[in-house]
């Protein structure tokens, strides 16, 4: 295949959609977008996000025991998981709430009640971990090799220990031990119980997903890039320890939202969530918002774009130089070089009227 026509193939994959290969095809879930000024503190409080809607609350009865295939039974675990994010910001924040008759996490092992995250940022698919390799048997990518230059790399799997008492708040699952740390992740729990309690525990962390997570550090790594009304690759599962005299990996329970136990391995085997915009109610009616691209510097040739919200009848642009326009999307020629300029977009609607300037933005060389 030439490379001509490799592009023309990625590029008609990409067009069928991202959520091809992913499991539970018929739903995708929502993460709820924050309003910049409202982002959850972590701090173990749910309060921060009495914000958000019910129907943002993923229960247990989207979870099935893929391992042991136990019936549900929440007086024994009952877990809701809400997914928030902000706009600008490549973070996933998560808030976790779960009543267990019995939390087991005296081991210093994974022998702990366990909160396993996977995420594919970009959609990539595939496996995370070196054993699920379809060419495992003969590529070299085995042994030591395999697990620093593919284990966690391309899609992140972290197992979050509920409550991780003396321990990391998390082990990650691969080679890329730093991702776990400020600045790209944070976590506080609140609880009051000891080993082999029952209670009620609250989590609450963010992650940031990479589309390149290298062993060495983050200098070479690469953010997943959140945008609005995209679709990313995540699931969870519950791996629910309730005797602390069996061995580790023997749990009463694998609940995972996938439904398929591979999810933990492999990036294909998770599920569609959705970066929703901000609720209508949490915002004004109408807002002006615009961005500009730079078409032609010697030509000094400038394309405005409008990312107003609301329902806009209406659109005055001043460019700051005498000019104005009536478009929504205009692109406008400035005459003089080496002149900064304050750009004004008024619009309005049914709703009202509003305006945003931008000083000095728009930069001529």
Request: aromatic content about 12%; overall charge negative.
């Amino acid at each position: 295949m030439n490379i001509k026509n490799g592009v023309l193939l990625m590029a008609l994959m990409l067009a069928a959609g991202p959520s091809l290969g992913l499991e539970r095809p018929d739903v995708t879930f929502k993460i709820f977008q924050f309003p910049a000024d409202q982002i959850p503190r972590i701090d173990g409080d749910p309060a921060d996000w009495d914000l958000v809607p019910e129907r943002y609350a993923i229960g247990i009865d989207q979870l099935k025991d893929t391992v042991k295939n136990s019936p549900i039974d929440t007086t024994d675990l009952n877990v809701t998981v809400r997914v928030g994010w902000v706009k600008g910001l490549n973070r996933l924040y998560f808030l976790y709430q779960a009543y267990d008759d019995y939390w087991d996490f005296s081991h210093r092992d994974l022998h702990n009640d366990i909160f396993e995250i996977v995420v594919d940022g970009d959609l990539s698919g595939g496996p995370l971990i070196p054993q699920m390799r379809p060419d495992k048997e003969t590529n070299r990518l085995e042994g030591t090799d395999g697990h620093f230059q593919f284990h966690g790399v391309q899609a992140q799997n972290y197992h979050i220990l509920t409550p991780a008492e003396d321990k990391s708040w998390t082990m990650v699952w691969g080679a890329n031990q730093w991702i776990d740390q400020l600045p790209w992740a944070n976590a506080a729990s609140n609880y009051n119980f000891k080993p082999g309690d029952s209670g009620h525990y609250t989590l609450e962390c963010w992650i940031t997903p990479f589309d390149y997570a290298p062993y060495e550090g983050p200098a070479r790594a690469v953010e997943s890039k959140l945008t609005e009304d995209a679709l990313i690759g995540l699931s969870w599962s519950i791996l629910d320890y309730d005797d602390v005299t069996v061995k580790q990996g023997e749990y009463d329970g694998f609940w995972n939202l996938s439904q398929k136990t591979t999810m933990y391995g492999d990036a294909s085997d998770l599920v569609a969530f959705r970066l929703m915009p901000i609720e209508a109610d949490l915002r004004a009616p109408i807002q002006a918002l615009w961005e500009f691209t730079v078409l032609d510097m010697d030509r000094r040739l400038i394309a405005f774009k409008d990312t107003s919200y609301g329902e806009v009848a209406a659109w005055t642009w001043d460019f700051g130089d005498g000019h104005t326009a009536t478009e929504q999307h205009p692109i406008h020629q400035y005459q003089e070089s080496g002149t900064s300029y304050t750009v004004t977009l008024h619009i309005e609607g049914p709703k009202g009227k509003s305006r945003l300037s931008k000083v000095w933005d728009v930069m001529i060389r």
